[in-house]
């Protein structure tokens, strides 16, 4: 152990200890291992399987954890998508048939279920107290070997991520934790073992680029998938690009965004098409939440705007007016 000299009040010298470089390192190292240890039982492969009559082949497969002792797994929408029967294994080794209780391509989050004893669970943290720079620990199953563990930091939080619906997902966790491919689906834990988000993605090409779903967006969603087997959005039939304004027109109308969404096309049989809203259009607010981007008109659009008469701010030759319409659910 090190020591270095203070002098106290009288003078005197003192000597305080000061913890070694090998010392941190294995403390971190025991933090690790712990954690692994805590939370590796929890973690789970998840394969899917495309069954068409008597033929059947793999469609997915990727890593999951278990929620709840009534056998809830978390993985993501793309690892189950392609397939119509599922299979969950378990760290001692059971091989169980699994149900998909519901699956959210927007979010690239999926619940299943599975009926089994003595299961252990993992419990959610609150993403809101995450701090860049912290411990931050994937488990998941990547190819099929159980448990393998990498760790990192908390590289940035808050960011996007574009789903492959199309939609962005807003509360992301970026992290250098490498997340290997298999790894989709499994945990981001803190060094208390709790659940900071759901591996989701990588970027292929790009250097320590890797992401998670942060844990209390999963815990809405999840919640949502376990209760009504999808999340409801709303829509209004248009295709739109986002545009930026003239500095003038913002000026003349005393506009505080200076970007909106121009409305290219008004789908024929859309929400949209039974109101006043027409092409050319810019959208620049709905009942009043600032819209400067398409992704910010799709968090604008929730579940509760569905069959509801909400008034839509656009710039139409120039100059600010308002439209009524009532969105519909997505998918109907």
């Known amino acids: 152990m090190i020591t270095f000299a ?4 009288n003078g005197r010298s003192t000597s305080k200890p000061v913890q070694s470089d090998g010392q941190l390192l294995d403390a971190y190292s025991q933090t690790i291992t712990t954690v692994a240890s805590q939370v590796s039982d929890a973690v789970v492969q998840v394969q899917s399987f495309a069954q068409k009559g008597r033929s059947r082949k793999a469609a ?5 954890f278990v929620i709840s002792s009534d056998g809830f797994i978390v993985t993501n929408h793309h690892v189950i998508a392609r397939g119509n029967q599922y299979r969950v294994i378990l760290q001692d080794g059971r091989d169980l048939s699994a149900k998909i209780l519901g699956s959210d391509p927007s ?3 999926a619940v299943l279920q599975i009926h089994a004893e003595s299961l252990t669970k993992l419990s959610f943290a609150d993403s809101e107290q995450l701090q860049v720079g912290q411990i931050a620990i994937a488990v998941g199953n990547p190819f099929g070997f159980q448990s393998t563990v990498t760790t990192g930091v908390v590289s940035a939080l808050g960011r996007t991520l574009r789903s492959q619906s199309g939609r962005l997902i807003d509360d992301v966790i970026q992290t250098d934790a490498a997340l290997n491919p298999g790894n989709s689906g499994g945990p981001l834990v803190d060094s208390n073992g709790h659940v900071i988000g759901v591996n989701t993605a990588l970027i292929r090409g790009a250097q320590g680029l890797c992401f998670a779903v942060a844990s209390n967006l999963v815990q809405l969603i999840v919640g949502k998938l376990i ?7 709303a829509y209004i039939g248009v295709e739109g690009q986002n545009i930026n304004l003239h500095p003038r027109v913002v000026k003349r ?4 965004a200076h970007a909106g969404v121009l409305v290219r096309k008004v789908e024929p049989m859309g929400p949209a098409s039974r109101s006043d809203l027409k092409q050319g259009d810019v959208i620049l607010g709905v009942e009043g939440e600032e819209v400067n981007s398409f992704d ?10 569905i069959g509801k008469r909400v008034q839509v701010q656009v710039l139409r030759n120039n100059t600010v007016t308002t439209v009524h319409l009532v969105p519909q659910e997505l998918g109907d």
Request: proline share 0%.
């Open 60 to 64: 997915g497969s990727g890593s999951g």
């Open 6 to 9: 203070q002098h106290n009040a």
């Open 296 to 305: 910010a008109l799709h968090r604008a659009l929730d579940e509760t705007r």
């Open 107 to 109: 979010t690239d989050l």
């Open 253 to 256: 109308n005393k506009l505080k």
């Open 227 to 233: 209760i009504d087997g999808k999340v409801r959005r």
